[in-house]
Structure formats: structure tokens, C-alpha cells
């Protein structure tokens, strides 16, 4: 399945709302809760820091999975194209079992054809 | 909004970021055209895995600093000692400048405020004055203690009218 990514703005000179370019910060905080201790505390200014870090990441692990598309003439993002931008970009520890779950995804749908057949 | 997508291992992974949210920002990419469903799940996950290990390592400096609250000096530290982290996301932080807020505030702009100059000294303004005249009661051996308080006692504002400058004493 894929996604259609089209380039319209809701608005009609194409301003981007700050909420759009930014995760919920809500999600954020709930996130680094997870990971910090006990009764360690976020401030304010962390939580928006940090979600402009995670939108930022995402901005160039996209930007680097596209380039290669680009380079290969191809419109569609796969998942093995965000694994080699992850281990491009230096994020191995991330790639590596994305990309064990990417091949078991792949066996797990030839088999159901396989068994359709 | 949590949302369960992939199944590994029988368990369904929950995701923490909403899906349409992080294919907006996907999409702000204008070269990004089409992206499949499991690209989008990869992104999000390893932005949650990233977003973990920041979380952690300025947890970790936080408690270097013997702080119970994580700041934004504290993920500027983090992100720092990681080099692949360094080279994208070290530009994107605000500087420390703004970051770090300063204990007095600043003075605002104007003249700047000068300590009060101490007993028995000479302003500028003295010397463009006309030399006073000589005091007759004056004993000739001995000079006037304060010639800048010695003033003519029949006109005794000689000295604020010809004085050019005016004296910001305070």
C-alpha cells in the first residue's frame, strides 16, 4: 500500500502551521517520562526542544531516503530506503533490526501467497 | 493517540506519534512524492527511538549536574557527545546565549550608571571657569581648602550660570 503525498497546503499561501511541522508535544513528553526517573522533571523549554529535534530527524532521514530515490528514479519511499538513510546517517543500531523486521515482512508475504496458491 | 500497526513476534507494537503527523512532515520534503505504509512505520519508529536515546543521554547529564530537572543545556550537552546526533541537530538548538538566562537583568540602554566620584574631587567643569577672586580674609600662606566651594558671597549662583556643561552629579 502506499501513500500519496501531495504538495497542497491548507492554506492558500502555502504557510505551514507550526502543529504541522511540529509531533504533539503531548506525545513527546509522554515519551521521555517513559525513559526518565522517577522523579526526574522536563521543563517546558526541554519538551519543545526536543520536538523540534525529533521533527528535524525525521526531515533528514526523509531528505536522504528521497535523494536516493531520486538518484534511482523512483517515486515511491520504501522501508529499505529508510534503513540505508538510517545507516547513512549513522544510525546503524536503528537500521539493523528495522531491517531484520523489513525481510520478515517480506518472507511472511510469500508465504500467505504461497499458501493462496 | 496511540496506535497499534505492526505485529512482531505475535505482539503489536504500539506507536507513540500519529501517523498522519509524521507524514506532514514527511511531505514539507517537496521531493517526497510517494511514501508506502511500512516507510511511514519505519519513520516513526526510529523517531521514537530516537527521541529515547535523547531523552536518556540528557537524563544522564542532568544527573551529572546533580540536577532533578532536564533543561535545554542538558540535551545541547547530550547531543553533543554523539557525533551522527552532532551533525544534523547541534545547528538546529537555539544558542546558548537565548538559552541561558541571565541572573541580573541587563542595564538598558542609555548612559551607562558611574559610581559617585569621591569627596574633594575636581569636576571637568572646573577647569573652564574664571578664577575666583582672591578671598582678602584669607590668611596669604594658606590656600582655600576647597577651591571649588569658594564662591564670591554676594553672588553665590556665579558658578551655575557659567558653568557650560551641566554636572550630572547623580
Not at chain 1, 24 to 39: C, E, S, T, W
Not at chain 1, 65 to 71: M, N, P, T, V
Not at chain 2, 55 to 84: C, M, Y
Not at chain 2, 157 to 170: F, G, N, T
Amino acid at each position: 500500500m502506499e501513500d500519496s503525498i501531495g504538495g497542497s497546503s491548507s492554506n492558500d499561501n502555502n504557510i505551514i502551521k507550526e502543529q504541522d511541522r511540529l509531533l504533539p508535544i503531548a506525545n513527546v513528553g509522554r515519551l521521555m517520562k517513559q525513559i526518565l526517573p522517577q522523579n526526574a522533571k522536563i521543563s517546558k523549554e526541554a519538551k519543545e526542544t526536543m520536538q523540534e529535534c525529533v521533527s528535524e530527524f525525521i526531515s533528514f532521514v526523509t531528505s536522504e531516503a528521497s535523494e536516493k530515490c531520486r538518484k534511482e528514479r523512483r517515486k515511491t519511499v520504501n522501508g529499505d530506503d529508510i534503513c540505508w538513510a538510517l545507516a547513512t546517517l549513522g544510525f546503524d543500531d536503528y537500521a539493523e533490526p528495522m531491517r531484520r523486521k523489513s525481510r520478515t515482512k517480506i518472507q511472511e508475504a510469500s508465504t500467505n501467497q504461497n499458501d493462496l496458491c | 493517540m496511540v496506535m497499534a500497526d505492526e505485529e512482531e513476534n505475535g505482539v503489536s507494537i504500539q506507536l507513540e506519534f500519529p501517523k498522519g503527523r509524521v507524514k506532514k512532515i514527511m511531505a514539507l520534503d517537496k521531493d517526497v512524492k510517494r511514501v508506502s505504509s511500512e516507510a511511514l512505520f519505519l519513520v516513526s519508529r526510529s523517531t521514537e527511538l530516537f527521541l529515547q536515546f535523547l531523552a536518556e543521554k540528557s537524563a544522564q547529564v542532568a544527573i551529572e549536574k546533580k540536577r532533578k530537572t532536564v533543561n535545554l543545556e542538558h540535551i545541547r550537552v547530550a547531543v553533543k557527545r554523539h557525533q551522527p546526533t552532532r551533525d544534523f541537530l547541534l545547528d538546529e538548538l537555539p544558542p546558548p546565549s537565548q538559552a541561558a538566562k541571565p541572573d541580573k537583568p541587563t542595564q538598558p540602554a542609555g548612559r551607562p550608571k558611574l559610581d559617585p566620584a569621591p569627596r574633594g574631587t575636581r569636576c571637568i567643569d572646573q577647569f573652564f571657569r574664571k578664577p575666583e577672586p582672591e578671598n582678602t580674609a584669607q590668611a596669604p600662606g594658606q590656600p582655600p581648602e576647597n577651591p571649588a566651594q569658594a564662591q564670591s558671597p554676594e553672588n553665590p549662583d556665579q558658578d551655575q550660570a557659567q558653568s557650560p556643561v551641566p554636572v550630572d552629579e547623580s
